[in-house]
């Protein structure tokens, strides 16, 4: 059965820096799309970056641009999302996700429905 698991959370301060893994069960997952989505308490889930099939495709919600960076180790089958400058409003819980579909280039990365896998997600919490 497929699977995802992130790993990597914790409890930082104001600055810090954190750097979520998702290993992945198959290496099929590196050709999709795989997204990272976070939840904080009493809020909807929401979306936070996104890679498609090259490294260069990648998308952020405007609050991760210049802090937050997606990418893929293939050889170890894992999507990974640096944390930079983390800051109080970036508490909440992560969560790894991947479609099922391959896109050349653009895909729906932020709509939670295009994804069919996710895993149990990971607790960040930062601190002031």
């Known amino acids: 059965q497929e699977h995802l698991t992130e790993s990597g959370g914790g409890t930082v301060q104001t600055g810090d820096s954190l750097r979520l893994s998702c290993l992945t069960s198959s290496r099929t997952f590196m050709r999709y799309p795989m997204a990272w989505f976070r939840q904080a308490p009493g809020k909807q889930r929401e979306f936070v970056a996104a890679?498609?099939?090259?490294?260069?495709?990648?998308y952020y919600t405007d609050s991760a641009k210049g802090r937050f960076t997606i990418s893929r180790n293939n050889d170890k089958s894992t999507l990974i999302l640096q944390m930079n400058s983390l800051r109080p409003e970036d508490t909440a819980k992560y969560f790894c996700?991947?479609?099922?579909?391959?896109?050349?280039?653009?895909?729906?990365?932020?709509?939670?429905?295009?994804?069919?896998?996710w895993g149990q997600g990971i607790q960040v919490t930062v601190s002031s």
């Open positions: 890679t498609g099939f090259t490294p260069d495709n990648t």
């Open positions: 996700a991947a479609q099922s579909t391959f896109y050349h280039s653009s895909f729906p990365y932020a709509d939670e429905s295009s994804y069919h896998f």
